[in-house]
């Protein structure tokens, strides 16, 4: 199982990044995939989750910034972060979990990527 999360960068505040999430090694029917984010000395932050059937939830702080997506037939699930902040600057993961509900939490994820730092300048 690996899952490979790239499209992250150094933007200026305002801005907009997409990030994009590729998973492969096992069928992912059924699965629900999610964002979260973790800055330097601090614990992984949930950011957005999608469930297979498209039930998605988001951390206050992104709502209206930010928009989770997924293709099922690809195996990808995206992070289009528009109207960027500096306190959106992290290292962003993406994951994927054994559930058909939404899952907000890390300890409800499987699988994980490798991580892909974003850095908004003010």
């Known amino acids: 199982v690996q899952l490979q999360a790239y499209g992250g960068g150094l933007v200026q505040a305002g801005g907009y990044l997409r990030l994009s999430c590729v998973a492969s090694?096992?069928?992912?029917?059924?699965?629900?995939m999610g964002w979260f984010r973790q800055v330097a000395g601090k614990g992984r932050e949930f950011v957005a989750a999608i469930t297979w059937t498209g039930t998605i939830d988001y951390v206050d702080s992104v709502k209206g910034r930010f928009t989770i997506s997924r293709e099922n037939g690809k195996n990808m699930w995206y992070l289009q972060m528009n109207s960027l902040k500096p306190e959106d600057t992290a290292v962003y993961y993406c994951?994927?979990?054994?559930?058909?509900?939404?899952?907000?939490?890390?300890?409800?994820?499987?699988?994980w990527g490798q991580g892909t730092l974003v850095t908004v300048s003010s």
């Open positions: 090694g096992r069928d992912y029917t059924g699965t629900s």
């Open positions: 994951a994927a979990a054994n559930t058909i509900r939404i899952a907000t939490t890390e300890d409800e994820y499987d699988y």
